[in-house]
C-alpha cells in the first residue's frame, strides 16, 4: 500500500480482552500503523503516555485487543454486537471497508507484535469520547464522524429535524442534497420502503423516517445535549407528543393551509382543534420537554417555520397569539434559539419553492 504513510511509534502496553473485563498485555517497543493513525506524522497521545495513565485509562476501555485478521475479530465482534457497538462497513459501494464500532473502532495496521498487518481493536462501553481522545486524539473521531452521511432535501423539514439533531450533537456528517422529482438509486436502495429523505446511513447502515433517526442519533453520540429526557415517563411523554404533532397536528395543518372554500373552513377548525392541545401542553414552558430543545421540539420545527411561511404565502391566519398563545411563544422561542435559527432554510428560498410546488399541484 505505497500511499500508507508509515509511522514509527513507541507503544509501551496494548489493551487486550478475552472478555469484556480490561487486563493489559505488554507490546512491542516500535508500532507501525496506518490508517487511522497514520493522518498525522505524531504517535497517537495512547502510545507516549506513560503506563500509570494507561492504566487509569482503563477505566474507561473494558476491553481492546489486537487481532490478526477479521475472523479473530469476529468472536470479539459477536460481543460487541451483543451490546451494540459494533457495525461493518458494507464491501460495495462504499469507499471504504473494515470494521467500525459505533462506540469504538477497530483499526487496520501493521502491527509488529503480530508480524504483520492486524487490526488493532478497541471495544469501549463507558466514557466513549474520552477514550477515543485520550486513546487517539482527534483524527479517530474525525474519521467516525465522516462515516455518517445524510440524504436529504434542502426544503424538507423532515430532513432538518435530523440535521438538528446532527448538529446539536456535533456529530460531523456528509450531507446528500436530493432531487425528489429525480431520486437517486442510492436513495431507493436505502429507503426501498418509503422512498423518501430522510435517510441517515450509518457505518453503511441505512435508517429511514425522521424521528426514529433523531431517537437513534440521540442513543448513539452520547456527547451534546440529550434529546429524549433520561426518566422513562418523560420519554414516553416526549415521544407521544413527537408522534402527534407527526401523525395529527402536520397533516391537519397542511390541509388547512391548502384547503380553499368550504372545505378549508372545515379542515381550519378541525386544526385548531389539535392545536389547542399543543397549546395547552405549552402553558407555561419554554419546550415540551422544559427549558431545553427536546424530541417534541424537533419534531415541530414544521409549526413552528414552515408553517408561517406559507401561512404568509396563501395568506391564511391559523395560529394566531390570540387563540394560542403559548403555541406562539413556543414557536418564537423555538426559531429564535441560537441553534436553531442558523439552521433553518433560507425564508425567500422556501417560499419560492414551495409557490412551485403549489403551482404543480393546481
Ligand atoms: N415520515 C417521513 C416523511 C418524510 C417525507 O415525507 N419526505 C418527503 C420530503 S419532505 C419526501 O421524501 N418526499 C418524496 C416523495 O414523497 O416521493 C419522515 O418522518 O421521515
Redesign the pocket.
Known amino acids: 500500500m505505497s500511499s500508507v504513510r508509515r509511522v514509527p511509534r513507541r507503544a509501551s502496553e496494548h489493551w487486550a480482552v478475552k472478555s469484556a473485563s480490561p487486563c493489559l498485555i505488554s507490546a512491542t517497543t516500535s508500532h507501525w500503523s496506518e490508517g487511522v493513525g497514520s493522518v498525522s506524522g505524531e504517535a497517537p497521545p495512547m502510545l507516549k503516555l506513560g503506563s500509570a495513565r494507561e492504566r487509569a485509562k482503563s477505566k474507561y476501555v473494558p476491553s481492546a485487543k489486537v487481532c490478526k485478521n477479521e475472523k479473530d475479530v469476529s468472536g470479539w465482534d459477536s460481543l460487541a454486537r451483543r451490546v451494540g457497538v459494533l457495525g461493518r462497513y458494507p464491501r460495495a459501494g462504499h469507499e471504504s471497508s473494515g470494521w467500525f464500532s459505533i462506540s469504538s473502532c477497530i483499526i487496520p495496521g501493521q502491527y509488529p507484535e503480530l508480524g504483520g498487518e492486524g487490526l488493532l481493536a478497541v471495544l469501549d462501553l463507558s466514557g466513549v469520547d474520552r477514550v477515543r481522545s485520550a486513546l487517539f486524539g482527534s483524527r479517530v473521531t474525525r474519521t467516525v464522524m465522516a462515516e455518517v452521511k445524510l440524504f436529504g ?1 434542502w426544503g ?3 430532513s432538518r429535524r435530523v440535521e438538528k439533531a446532527l448538529k446539536l450533537k456535533g456529530v460531523q456528517y456528509e450531507y446528500v442534497e436530493e432531487d ?1 422529482a429525480n431520486k437517486s438509486p442510492l436513495l431507493l436502495q436505502y429507503n426501498p420502503v ?5 435517510v441517515l446511513l450509518h457505518n453503511g447502515n441505512p435508517i ?4 426514529i433517526i433523531v431517537e437513534y442519533i440521540d442513543d448513539t453520540w452520547g456527547n451534546g445535549p440529550s434529546i429524549l429526557p433520561k426518566d422513562p415517563y418523560d420519554r414516553a411523554m416526549a415521544r407521544f407528543w413527537a408522534k402527534y404533532i ?1 401523525e395529527k397536528c402536520m397533516p391537519a395543518i397542511r390541509k388547512a393551509l391548502l384547503s380553499v372554500g368550504e372545505e378549508g373552513t372545515k379542515a381550519k377548525e378541525e386544526a385548531e382543534e389539535l392545536l389547542k392541545f399543543l397549546d395547552n401542553e405549552l402553558e407555561g414552558k419554554k419546550f415540551f420537554g422544559g427549558d431545553s430543545i427536546g424530541l417534541a421540539d424537533i419534531a415541530g420545527n414544521f409549526i413552528a417555520y414552515w408553517y408561517w411561511v406559507i401561512a404568509e404565502l396563501q395568506g391564511i391566519k391559523l395560529i394566531t397569539k390570540d387563540k394560542f398563545p403559548s403555541l406562539c411563544k413556543w414557536m418564537e422561542g423555538y426559531v429564535n434559539s441560537s441553534f436553531v435559527k442558523e439552521h433553518l432554510p433560507d425564508r425567500e428560498k422556501l417560499a419560492g419553492g414551495l409557490m412551485a410546488r403549489f403551482r404543480q399541484t393546481k
Request: aromatic share 6%.
Open positions: 432535501a424538507s423539514p423532515f425528489l418509503h422512498k423518501k429523505v430522510p429511514a423516517e425522521s424521528l407527526d
